[in-house]
Nanobody, 125 residues
Framework: QVQLNQSGGGLVQPGGSLRLSCAAPGRTFRNYDIGWFRQASGKEREFVASINWSGDSTLYADSVKGRFTISRDNAVNTVYLQMNSLNPEDTAVYYC??????????????????WGKGTLVTVSS
């Protein structure tokens, strides 16, 4: 089991930016593809973005494509989600996650084995 520690998030105005971080102790983190998911109030948890273990392949949900960027720095065991041009529809609790058999090109919430605790992102004026 990999412990994921999230940071970032908070309140931002529409059009603003935030960066989320997802860190894990130890070197095993760099063996996993990692995904970001989000869950808005009253809605199902949905896929946002994913990145492969080396950081050279990424995938985005259509709703965030062109606005969000996922990246990772394996030297410090951290995955990032840079979120730009935020709008109220992006308001949700954001989670990072990984799975033993989960691949960056086909991630689903059901297939993940370990999760961060979540961080709230609120986009409001």
């Amino acid at each position: 089991q990999v412990q994921l520690n999230q940071s970032g998030g908070g309140l931002v105005q529409p059009g603003g930016s935030l960066r989320l971080s997802c860190a894990a102790p130890g070197r095993t983190f760099r063996n996993y593809d990692i995904g970001w998911f989000r869950q808005a109030s009253g809605k199902e948890r949905e896929f946002v973005a994913s990145i492969n273990w080396s950081g050279d392949s990424t995938l985005y949900a259509d709703s965030v494509k062109g606005r969000f960027t996922i990246s990772r720095d394996n030297a410090v065991n951290t995955v990032y989600l840079q979120m730009n041009s935020l709008n109220p529809e992006d308001t949700a609790v954001y989670y990072c996650a990984g799975g033993v058999g989960s691949s960056w090109y086909a991630m689903s919430a059901d297939g993940m084995d370990f999760w961060g605790k979540g961080t709230l992102v609120t986009v409001s004026s």
